[in-house]
């Protein structure tokens, strides 16, 4: 699968100084291929959601949407105040299955229609199942990215609609590790932009407030849990900033490729290696290679706190063989030094 859609700016708002990912998204083809054209050797690593979670995922779906998606009106209705039988469901992809571009069209412009439904009074269904929006970036290539919530939850007083996601991870109590609600508040945050988008187009008077659904699956039987309602202010920026950062990588790509594809420029990209990027992204031993020697290559902490540094400097402060080039530099040299003493490490000079 390409980088693509929300993935694609999940990432950018994780990372937003790696301009390789910029390339990855401006390429076409999987993300295995982008690491194959790069790298020149196959990609022979586990990559990608394992695909027990695939079929978990898809199989809370179905039994959340089965029925005219009972379990999802009977989720929804205590905090709507509405009885679960009066709540009205509209699954888009009954009108236009599939993921090919033609489909996600033909369903952006159903959802633009509820929404203008919704606002001028006109009947309107209280949850779309698989709507479709869409975040602009033009002018440039790749000018906007699709951007698909799971549902979109309509607000009795405002009739405003809240963007949400369906979540199969394993929870108990409805309580969710910290490093997934950071990943999953940042879909919601690119899913509530493209909405604050499409809300714009009708009547740039309209606030969507920062907020967010999450349904996250009971760990038996794969029914959802109660609906969390999440404050997203701080992923909303975060993922402008990486739209920001796409638009600077785009610019930087464009200008070096002329006219070739995006993989050919990688080498005179910058890659930003972190330690997220060993769990997320295909090109991440390829990177790390690249920041050998370097702070980076022991963990996020060291990289921000040595910025500038190599390996090679360090020892030398360390041991007493280089003297510190600045006030940094003897700030660094004095707490290596003092951890070589704790630990019985002998100084060279
Ligand atoms: S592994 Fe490389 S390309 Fe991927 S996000 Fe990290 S630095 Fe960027």
Redesign the pocket.
């Known amino acids: 699968m390409s980088v693509k859609g929300s993935t694609a700016l999940v990432?950018l708002a994780g990372?937003p100084d790696?301009e390789?990912?910029g390339a990855?998204v401006l390429q076409e083809g999987s993300e295995k291929r982008f690491y194959e054209r790069v790298v020149g050797v196959p990609y022979d690593r586990e990559f990608g959601e394992r695909q027990s979670s695939k079929r978990r995922g898809a199989q809370f779906e179905r039994n959340a949407y089965a029925g005219d998606a009972r379990l999802l009106r009977e989720a929804f209705g205590p905090i709507l105040g509405i009885d679960p039988d009066y709540l009205t469901v509209r699954n888009l992809l009954d009108d236009y299955p599939g993921s090919k571009d033609d489909a996600r069209i033909a369903r952006l412009r159903i959802t633009r229609g509820i929404l203008g439904d919704a606002l001028a009074g006109r009947p309107a269904p209280d949850i779309i199942v698989q709507p479709q929006l869409l975040l602009p970036t033009r002018p440039g290539p790749k000018p906007y990215f699709f951007i698909a919530p799971d549902l979109m939850v309509r607000s009795p007083g405002t009739s405003i609609y809240l963007p949400g996601d369906l979540k199969s991870f394993i929870v108990r109590e409805n309580e969710v590790a910290a490093s997934d609600l950071a990943r999953v508040r940042l879909q919601l945050g690119a899913q509530l932009l493209a909405l604050r988008h499409e809300y714009d187009r009708l009547d740039p008077s309209i606030v969507v407030p920062p907020s967010g659904i999450l349904l996250f699956s009971k760990p038996n039987g794969l029914a959802p849990h109660a609906p969390r309602i999440e404050d997203i202010a701080g992923a909303i920026e975060a993922v402008r900033i990486g739209v920001a950062a796409f638009l600077r990588h785009r610019e930087k790509v464009n200008g070096l490729r002329a006219g070739a594809e995006p993989y050919t420029v990688v080498a005179d990209l910058q890659?930003?290696?972190?330690d997220a990027?060993l769990s997320s992204?295909v090109?991440?031993q390829w990177?790390r290679q690249r920041v050998a020697g370097l702070p980076a290559d022991m963990g996020d902490v060291a990289g921000n706190v040595l910025t500038g540094m190599t390996m090679d400097r360090l020892i030398d402060l360390m041991a007493g063989v280089a003297a510190p080039g600045d006030a940094h530099e003897e700030v660094v040299a004095s707490h290596l030094r003092s951890l070589a003493g704790q630990h019985s490490v002998g100084r060279a000079a």
């Open positions: 990432r990372n790696c390789i990912l990855m890659p930003h290696f972190k990027c992204c090109m991440a990177c």
